[in-house]
């Protein structure tokens, strides 16, 4: 079956309902998705799938079809990514780091479809589970960048 992943046409052999994480990290050895629950709560494993913000650990390889699949591994290389990793260093976000990929992809997929959204906006998309805490800094860093200033919490 054939992946385009990060702007990349990728060959895998994988049952159609394997969940994407697994390929991501098994097949492609892509290991900056993270597993986390495998339930689609904690959102450690988001990825962008045709620009829209999925959980890889539920999300089967046959329901990606020809969409590009977006990674952690290429947020650096696209305009808004960069902003928020920027965001996220000038923060200090991660703690232990774990769920930081995942916190990442969802506030690049919520820049993307919305590049000014206001506080509220980042509260209700920003729910990706955080073991240290960190999501006055995650708040901070996407508001900064979505404009609303990096005091609003």
Request: with cysteine.
């Amino acid at each position: 079956m054939k992946l385009t992943v990060n702007g990349r046409v990728r060959e895998v052999d994988a049952a159609p309902d394997t969940p994407l994480l697994w390929v991501l990290r098994d097949n492609l050895e892509m290991t900056g998705t993270k597993y986390g629950c495998g339930l689609a709560q904690c959102g450690a494993c988001s990825v962008m799938v045709g620009g829209r913000l999925v959980r890889s650990c539920v999300t089967p390889l046959d329901s990606v079809g020809e969409a590009e699949v977006t990674t952690i591994e290429a947020i650096g290389t696209d305009p808004v990514g960069e902003k928020v990793v920027a965001a996220w260093v000038k923060h200090q976000v991660p703690q232990c780091g774990y769920c930081q990929s995942g916190q990442v992809m969802a506030a690049t997929a919520l820049l993307k479809a919305n590049s000014h959204p206001g506080p509220e906006d980042v509260e209700a998309a920003m729910v990706n589970l955080c073991r240290c805490g960190t999501y006055n800094f995650i708040k901070a860093a996407v508001n900064e960048v979505a404009g609303n200033g990096e005091d609003v919490l």
